[in-house]
């Protein structure tokens, strides 16, 4: 089944202790990202990946990192989560940078203490 | 989990009736929408896609019609189904915020109700 798959689902963690939010896409597409999702707000991006070893800022991004080693990952890495980053995280993948239509993946709900 | 409809405008129809979700965009540039729909606990998923050389594509049960004169997007879904129940986004690229491709800005979303 073609999907983009992340871990965990969810997670409660202190201020400061690093954590990273997989992502996974089995459909060999080139683009992926990722978006933070808040009330009122809607869904903002943080990182987007066009390819492998091609990384760029999105409108957040400050507070995150993110690594394209291989075509299907792209993680999420938060060196230092502060309370301002309890969010829910989506990541997202499409066939190209061209191509518009986005596949999301479930959702990590992240909670910083 | 919790909602991301907590605190989004809601429209609550009664199944069978048609549904009518409204998103007003921002860039007069932009030249590709979409819609979204979100189910409680899950990520967003594609319904339907417009280019702004139309003003109108209909899908299975929906319809999307776009007036650029006034930079709004609707959405119609006919025969309201208690599966449709759904929290939905429109997403406008952003091609004219630095250029970068596959850039899409997203709204913050319309909670649609059913009621049975």
């Known amino acids: 089944e073609a999907q983009v798959t992340q871990n965990p689902r969810y997670l409660i963690t202190v201020t400061g202790k690093k954590l990273t939010v997989t992502c996974s896409q089995n459909?060999?597409?080139?683009?992926m990202s990722w978006y933070r999702q808040d009330p009122g707000l809607g869904l903002r991006q943080i990182y987007y990946s066009m390819n492998v070893e091609v990384t760029d800022k999105g409108d957040v991004p400050e507070g995150y990192k993110v690594s394209r080693k291989e075509k299907r990952n792209f993680p999420l890495i938060l060196e230092s989560p502060s309370p301002n980053q309890t969010s829910l995280y989506f990541c997202?993948?499409?066939?190209?940078?061209?191509?518009?239509?986005?596949?999301f993946g479930p959702g990590t709900r992240l909670t910083v203490t | 989990g919790e909602s991301v409809g907590l605190h989004l405008p809601t429209l609550s129809v009664q199944e069978g009736d048609n549904s009518i979700i409204n998103c007003a965009y921002s860039n007069s540039a932009s030249d590709y929408f979409i819609w979204y729909k979100q189910e409680s606990g899950k990520g967003p998923q594609f319904i339907i896609d417009i280019r702004s050389n139309m003003d109108k594509r209909q899908g299975q049960r929906v319809t999307v019609l776009l007036n650029k004169t006034v930079k709004h997007l609707s959405l119609q879904i006919a025969a309201t189904q208690p599966g449709d129940s759904a929290v939905y986004f429109c997403?406008?690229?952003?091609?004219?915020?630095?250029?970068?491709?596959?850039?899409?800005?997203f709204g913050t979303g319309t909670l649609l109700a059913v009621q049975p």
């Open positions: 997403a406008e690229n952003s091609l004219h915020y630095g250029g970068a491709t596959n850039k899409l800005i």
């Open positions: 997202a993948s499409s066939f190209s940078s061209g191509s518009y239509e986005q596949y």
């Open positions: 459909m060999n597409h080139e683009y």
